[in-house]
């Protein structure tokens, strides 16, 4: 089955600057490619996604990046603010499969 | 936005134990889920369902069952609960394949002591 990897655990960066989160899947038919949010003691909610016919898009300050190739993508949160704090979650599908695999999580922390 | 309620927010039972843990959501969304969070392992895939009587097998679906007795209520029942289980367990809704967004409940602590 898909396995998705998250390589950072932990990122800290100062406030102002860019996080940037990387993720690598193992199922070359995956083509849905999600992003969650979770904030401290709270719930996880959808923040962007990314689809296998495009290599990137942008939310306001969110960039996602898709290398279909080398089975990777990652998200580019820019002009970071203190509310950017929380773990962030990538997820892979294949369309047509009802499940979604999550990695294990990056803890973002924005210092001052 | 889609609605999804757990209950209980936590729980604490010994081992051997006999757990239900309850979501419902009021959306009218087909598909549910159960997930549970550790550290280290994201959330993992326990069981799901796309309708009432439905019932999918998850990544990890050892010592759980499930149960979808309405389109709006989905349950998850730990028969024999172990220390293993102890976990945060997240019940979560999608309206359909192609729509994809899953909507979280705020989760339920469990204890297996």
């Known amino acids: 089955g898909e396995k998705v990897e998250q390589h950072e655990s932990t990122l800290s960066v100062r406030e102002g600057d860019s996080a940037v989160i990387n993720c690598t899947y193992t199922d070359t038919a995956s083509s849905y490619f999600p992003w969650y949010k979770q904030e401290a003691g709270k719930s996880l909610h959808f923040v962007i996604d990314i689809r296998s016919n495009v290599d990137r ?3 306001q300050r969110l960039i996602v990046l898709l290398d279909k190739k080398a089975k990777r993508f990652s998200l580019h ?14 997820a892979a599908k294949h369309y047509g499969n009802e499940k979604i695999t999550f990695g294990a999580g990056t803890k973002l922390t924005i210092k001052p | 936005e889609a609605a ?6 936590n729980k604490v039972t010994v081992t051997g134990g006999n757990v239900t843990l309850s979501c419902r959501q009021t959306n009218s969304h087909n598909y549910m889920y159960w997930y549970r969070q550790d550290t280290g392992h994201g959330l993992r895939l326990i069981h799901y369902s796309y ?6 097998i998850g990544d990890v679906p050892d010592g759980y069952k499930a149960t979808r007795t309405t389109q709006e209520d989905f349950f998850l029942l730990l028969e024999l609960a172990s220390p293993s289980q102890t976990s945060l367990y997240f019940c979560a809704s ?5 729509a994809e967004t899953l909507y979280f409940g705020s989760g339920t602590r469990l204890t297996v002591l």
């Open chain 2, 94 to 98: 999608s309206d359909a394949i192609s």
């Open chain 2, 51 to 56: 309708g009432a009587g439905n019932l999918q």
């Open chain 1, 57 to 59: 898009k942008q939310s």
């Open chain 1, 77 to 90: 949160i820019t002009a970071t603010q203190p509310e950017d704090s929380a773990i962030y979650f990538c």
């Open chain 2, 4 to 9: 999804v309620t757990q209950s209980p927010r």
